[in-house]
Each structure stands twice: as structure tokens, then as C-alpha cells.
């Protein structure tokens, strides 16, 4: 059974930090491109990182600079680094698990991150 199990999530003040994490069970991690997505309320889920299996890295214009996306294969999880959060980065975060020969694709349950003062 899969599964992607994400943490870190929380309320934190404009301008701080969070660190999400990803862990994942059930499926070969190193064959997993691996992503995370954000979808606010009333909005539509999007793209907001995603690492592929060789380490390359994909951020939404609205991220760079400030979210850094990280995979640890050793212990099957993916990580997300967010620096100078602002309000409008307030969204429940998913993970995505993506396998590069398009035997599978899987969300987790999502974590919620708040950004407010």
C-alpha cells in the first residue's frame, strides 16, 4: 500500500520559516520524480516544487528564491525548505509522488501552513 505522509505544517508569522517533509512507503522512492503542490482556498491546486530522480529542481515563480526543494532517497522522503513566508503562500501543501516510467502517481493528504500575524 502507498502512502505519502507529509508534516510541518503550522501557523507561522510573516517572514518566518516552516520545513515540510514528505515520507513515502510502498513504492521504489528512487524512482519517483517527487513534487509538492499547494492549493488555497477557492483556488486551484499548483504546482510549487518538484526534485526529478537525477536532482534536478522545478520552483513556481512565486517560490524561487525562497522554497527549497530536497530528497533524501535513504530514507524515502522529500523535503520542502520555505524561507520569508508570506500571507499568500497560506494553502494546504500536498506531495506528489510521480514514477518515471508512468507506473504510478500518488498525493498525500496534505498539511496545512497559515501564514499570518
Same mark, same amino acid.
Given at each position: 500500500?502507498?502512502?505519502?505522509?507529509?508534516?510541518? $505544517?503550522?501557523?507561522? %508569522?510573516?517572514?518566518g520559516s516552516l520545513r515540510l517533509s514528505c515520507a513515502a512507503s510502498g513504492i521504489i522512492f528512487s524512482r519517483y520524480a517527487m $513534487?509538492?503542490?499547494? %492549493?488555497?482556498i477557492g483556488k486551484q491546486r499548483e504546482l510549487v516544487a518538484t526534485i526529478s530522480t537525477s536532482i534536478s529542481t522545478n520552483y513556481a515563480d512565486s517560490v524561487k528564491g525562497r522554497f527549497t526543494i530536497s530528497r533524501d532517497n535513504a530514507k524515502n522522503t522529500v523535503y520542502l525548505?520555505?524561507?520569508?513566508l508570506k500571507p499568500e503562500d497560506t494553502a494546504v501543501y500536498y506531495?506528489?509522488?510521480?514514477?518515471?516510467?508512468?507506473?504510478?502517481?500518488?498525493w498525500g493528504q496534505g498539511t496545512q501552513v497559515t501564514v499570518s500575524s
Open positions: 500500500q502507498v502512502q505519502l505522509l507529509e508534516s510541518g $505544517g503550522g501557523l507561522v %508569522q510573516p517572514g $513534487g509538492w503542490y499547494r %492549493q488555497a525548505q520555505m524561507n520569508s506531495c506528489n509522488a510521480n514514477n518515471v516510467y508512468g507506473r504510478g502517481y500518488y
